[in-house]
């Protein structure tokens, strides 16, 4: 079993929409969490981190922690073209930002 | 604006052959981080360096060798290619192991052996 699990879609949903990214995980000793954008041939870009429990906005972005279901999740608010990639989450214990444990990602594709 | 640089964006190898990817930063970050991206693996870490002179082993570094002789630069080579190594490589560098400094990532090498 994997220590990060993610759905690999893909994904398909109409220009507006509210998009749901999750990912399970396994180590309860994970503190921090990251939410990666790759687009299509890219490297991937950091969007957000969060530390422990609780919410994160950044603009049109939400990332959540439940650290009690060891659940992590993403919210796309008014979701644009644009914002069609793979989505990768990826977490790490305290200390540990040098190595990260990803989740395989998933891909979303934002339709006119 | 460059980033980080890797060098070749393509490679094709006959097993057996080898070669060395090349990563450059030009942020005058410590560490820096060589990945394999997989369909259904995700992004796996097979070397990392937290400085100049420095290497260490990450959780697929089999079949591979890395050095950092210069701070900007970071090879990653492979010294007898296998078809199992056929993978997309990331380099990534941050200044330093917190959270708060990301990992900043190349564009990639698509590397295929046959």
């Known amino acids: 079993q994997k220590e990060v699990e993610q759905d690999p879609g893909p994904l398909s949903v109409p220009e507006g929409a509210i998009v749901s990214l999750n990912c399970t995980y396994s180590?309860?000793?994970?503190?921090?969490f990251m939410w990666y954008r790759q687009y299509s041939r890219k490297g991937p870009e950091l969007l957000m981190y969060t530390y422990s429990s609780g919410n994160k906005e950044d603009g049109r972005f939400t990332a959540q922690v439940d650290k009690s279901s060891k659940y992590i999740s993403l919210f796309i608010r008014d979701s644009q073209p644009s914002d069609s990639a793979t989505y990768l989450c990826?977490?790490?214990?305290?200390?540990?930002?040098?190595?990260?444990?990803f989740g395989t990602g998933t891909q979303l594709k934002v339709e006119l | 604006n460059a980033g980080v640089t890797q060098t070749p964006k393509f490679r094709v190898l006959k097993t057996g052959q080898s070669m060395t990817l090349l990563c450059a930063q030009d942020?005058?970050?410590?560490?820096m981080y060589w990945y394999r991206q997989d369909p259904g693996m995700g992004l796996r870490l097979i070397h990392y360096s937290v400085g100049e002179g420095t290497t260490a082993k990450g959780e697929v570094p089999d079949g591979y060798n890395v050095s950092r002789l210069k701070k900007q630069n970071f090879l990653l080579g492979l010294e007898s290619a296998a078809p199992s190594q056929t993978s997309v490589y990331f380099c990534?560098?941050?200044?330093?192991?917190?959270?708060?400094?990301?990992?900043?990532f190349g564009d990639g090498t698509r590397l295929s052996i046959l």
């Open positions: 180590n309860s000793a994970f503190q921090y």
């Open positions: 942020m005058n970050h410590e560490y």
């Open positions: 990826a977490m790490s214990p305290p200390g540990g930002g040098n190595k990260l444990t």
């Open positions: 990534a560098s941050n200044r330093d192991r917190g959270v708060n400094q990301p990992q900043h």
